[in-house]
């Protein structure tokens, strides 16, 4: 019979230390190919649903059902694409338009700059000029490093689709070889932990696309009602890149201010534009977060937006959108072992209500 050692409090925290060290280190370095593996693992889960009706309701073989859900998911892709590329293609045409009421909405900034701070014009002018040389000089830097951007994502991309196909293929092959890691006494354990995982993740995913649908929509309306031109894809493309924790927001606002410079270079159409954004953003953290992702995933704020800064880190945007899910799926873990229950706890939304620490006296003999 085997005895189980129990090692000092100090030496399983240093180890727990080590460990985490090792894993971002890891993660930092190999983040170009982790990365895609990632994401291709949690679309898999999100596809699984599609791959079973293939597969099982129509007896599909495995890999014509692997082969038919991923074009599925990649048409569903380009159809987003091509119609922001459509719509895109439209304020393109109008950039006469929207250069010459940038000049006239930059002229009357300017001017309200100083009337209100007194910085005179000649100040201002100076000042920008300085900043462009500065930008004119890493130009040439910039154009490279943005070029290079975009092979790296087209290159991911079709990392990813390669990556989900092959993950729906050899699902079973993964689940034989887990159980083959560890005891059958354990099974049911891994069995539990892989569909907890499994529901997590698609719940998540599936409120993300929702939330993102309900933003657009908001977004869309509001710009319709204060005028502003190509609402519908301003709409989309705000509520697409709401997905991208905390910076994707601001983005989008910046695009749709330079977009409703094609109707008028108004500042009260910038402030209402702002106010838009304000609102739906309100509406957003205030009612669907709590409602639909955090319903969805058991993760307290704390952890989460370091989650989040340690992710953008790592592996820039992608590690922002990786953190939520990964977080879930280690909560999941920590919850269904022993020794890392305290772990799942202090990650969890729970709020007790009070603590008293509870000391045993112990007796002294003289």
């Not at 170009?32 to 007896?59: C, E, G, M, Y």
């Not at 719940?203 to 710009?223: A, D, H, P």
Request: net charge neutral.
């Amino acid at each position: 019979m085997t005895e189980t050692i129990k090692l000092p409090f100090y030496v399983k925290f240093t180890c727990i230390l080590l460990i985490l060290i090792c894993i971002g280190g890891l993660s930092y370095i190999g983040s170009d190919v982790i990365t895609p593996v990632l994401l291709a693992f949690l679309f898999t889960v999100l596809l699984l649903p599609l791959h079973s009706f293939f597969s099982v309701k129509l007896h599909f073989p495995t890999y014509l059902a692997s082969f038919i859900t991923v074009i599925i998911f990649v048409l569903c892709i380009a159809a987003i694409l091509v119609f922001i590329s459509y719509q895109v293609t439209d304020i393109a045409n109008d950039f006469d338009i929207i250069k010459k009421n940038a000049i006239s909405f930059f002229n009357n900034t300017q001017s309200f700059i100083n009337e209100k701070f007194q910085i005179s014009i000649w100040e201002q002018k100076k000042y920008i000029q300085k900043v462009t040389s500065d930008t004119v000089q890493n130009g040439s830097e910039t154009i490279g490093t943005a070029i290079g951007s975009v092979s790296d994502v087209l290159l991911n991309s079709m990392l990813v689709v390669v990556f989900t196909f092959l993950f729906l293929l050899y699902k079973t092959h993964f689940i034989l070889f887990l159980a083959k890691l560890f005891d059958k006494d354990d099974h049911a354990k891994l069995k539990d932990i892989i569909t907890q995982i499994k529901i997590s993740i698609n719940n998540y995913i599936l409120g993300l696309i929702f939330e993102m649908f309900v933003v657009s929509i908001l977004t869309g309306l509001g710009l319709w009602i204060i005028g502003a031109k190509y609402f519908i894809l301003l709409g989309l493309v705000t509520g697409i890149l709401n997905m991208i924790p905390y910076i994707g927001i601001m983005i989008a606002g910046i695009l749709t201010i330079l977009s409703s410079l094609t109707g008028t270079p108004e500042v009260s159409m910038v402030v209402s534009i702002l106010v838009v954004n304000i609102i739906v953003q309100l509406i957003d953290n205030n009612v669907l977060v709590p409602l639909i992702i955090n319903s969805k995933v058991e993760i307290n704020a704390l952890v989460s937006i370091i989650g989040i800064i340690i992710g953008g880190a790592i592996a820039g945007i992608s590690g922002m959108f990786l953190a939520i899910p990964l977080l879930a799926m280690l909560k999941i873990i920590f919850d269904r072992i022993e020794s890392l229950e305290p772990w799942g706890y202090v990650m969890g939304n729970h709020m007790p209500k009070k603590f008293t620490w509870r000391i045993r006296k112990v007796k002294t003999e003289n």
